[in-house]
């Protein structure tokens, strides 16, 4: 008999080659790497997503606060239209504002500028986000 068989029949319920059950150490690590990179790729999209939801958000307000000071204007009527500026505070942030209101070719029109952009007083921001702006004439009575 051989080594093998003699093994079996002390134990009878150990397989023929101990060797080759399971998984070896070198298998079990590249399993655990490649559920590693699969779980990085899961997470990058995922904070992608977070961050898209996040400018959307802040899109969000600063398109409500561009439409708060276009609403201002019509309230006061564009007679008492004037340069001015302010911040809005909102819960998508603070947005500095601004009109701007100059003479325009044609009489009895005045050009309006409004603004909306991020209040980044006092911080250091790496990327900024970009401005909205609204540009119309209007008319004087």
Known sequence: ???????AHVRPGLPDSPARTGFTLLETMVAVVVLATAMVAVLSV?????NARLR???????????RDRLAD?????VNRLESR???QETAGGDWRWSVDVADSALPGLSLVTVTVAP???????????PRLRVTSLSGRR
Do not use: H, W, Y
């Open 1 to 7: 008999m051989t080594s093998a068989r003699v093994l």
């Open 46 to 50: 995922c904070l992608n997503i977070q």
């Open 56 to 66: 959307a958000v802040r899109a969000q307000a600063a398109a409500l606060t561009l």
């Open 73 to 77: 204007m019509t309230a006061f009527g």
């Open 85 to 87: 500026q302010g911040v």
């Open 119 to 129: 209040d980044t007083s006092g911080e250091a921001d790496e990327k900024p986000e």
